[in-house]
């Protein structure tokens, strides 16, 4: 089997005894473990002054990493500049927090460069290379025009807008062209394919997008969930609820989660239907992330008034309805709190797949299961048959949906649950890799 080069901006931190963490490396785990693989991408370091281009070598979790170091004018440059302030935004289809620089967009094609430049030296010709996200749309192109031949496919995590959105990035058909280089392009769903070949055909590119949508490892959480029981977390928890039902959101702390959204749906629930008043309590982990970038900050200021109001205006000297972290939550403990939540709330604007709402669904108890309300704007919303779907946009429409997930009867949520569990199930990330792979390598 050919030696699997995988190329994403950062490489996987590791956790504990050489364990991978972070999503893209729990993804790939079963591609990684049966076959020899090199894992190239950004040490995330910034260095004063020139940084080296060759890159450093270290094995861990029967991986090589390779990665480089980059200045902190490429990293803002091409990181929170062009990739985070301008193709994320845009591509979630947010064209008013996109912001372009010309100067950005020439460092994000300038650092792909250096990235083929320094992996190029790494790369045997019967490698398979395997690209990952946004930032690194120009690599394969980079890579070509440094004479690689190897088979070479592209995978995008987040959404693809509709061609009268993406025209509004300027050179938008240089980056279109930089897609072409790629044996096969993978995207969530085949709304975001169709969007990307769109764009290809009006730029007279022949090239084509086709979905692989991606998952979770449904078994290895659902026995996270079960091990979580009785843990003092689980415990405390538990205990710091006192009856009440639970409902639970987990994200990055990001615009394109609809947080704001979100809570002022809570807000209506209470106010609008009064019975759950001192019955639910609503907790947010939602992790900071991308503190860089402005929007980021101006987002956190919203939701921390926006909590303190919302809690000011129904709490009780014995009720906090909603609580509000910042901090991340290790993956265990995450998975048990998935399974005691009535309702699992995953209300993103727009959302390439969102494994949040797959989590929840592999966490439930099979005889108890909790509700999903689900944005119908994330990938994860065409296969969810039994989520309740919203538009994200309109809290009354979230309460609503909070109101009759909280008096669903069991027998419903059951019902519910065991098809969103068969579509996870079918779905996995296993599946996602080998099949990306088989087409890719076939
Ligand atoms: P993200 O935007 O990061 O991913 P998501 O798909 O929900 O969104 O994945 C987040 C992962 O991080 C989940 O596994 C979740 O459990 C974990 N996580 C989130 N908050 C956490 C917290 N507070 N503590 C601990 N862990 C937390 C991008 C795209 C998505 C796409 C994925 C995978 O934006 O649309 O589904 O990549 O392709």
Known sequence: MARLIIVSNRVPALRGKAQLAGGLAVALKDAIATRDTLWFGWSGKEVKGAASEKPRLRHAGGVTFATIDLTQDQYRGFYVGFSNTMLWPLLHGRVGQAVFHRNELAMYNEVNALYARAAAELIKPSDTVWVHDYQMIPFGQELRELGAKNRMGFFLHIPFPPPFLFDTLPQGNALLRSFVSYDVIGLQTQDDADNLNQCF?????KAKAEAFPIGIDPENFAQAAQRAEGTDDQTRLEESLSGRALILGVDRL??????????RGFAQLLKRYPEHCNKVTFLQIAPLSRADVAQYRTLKRELDTLAGRINGEFAQFDYMPLRYMNTAIPRDTLAGFHRRAQVGLVTPLRDGMNLVAKEYVAAQDPEHPGALVLSRFAGAASAMQGAILVNPFDPDEIADALDLALRMSEQDRRARWRTMDQAVR?????????????????
């Open 254 to 263: 990001d615009y394109t989660k609809g947080l704001p959204e979100r809570f």
């Open 426 to 442: 079918a779905s996995t990330a296993a599946i996602w890799a080998k099949s990306f792979l088989k087409r890719l390598e076939s």
């Open 201 to 205: 055909a009006r730029a007279g590119l």
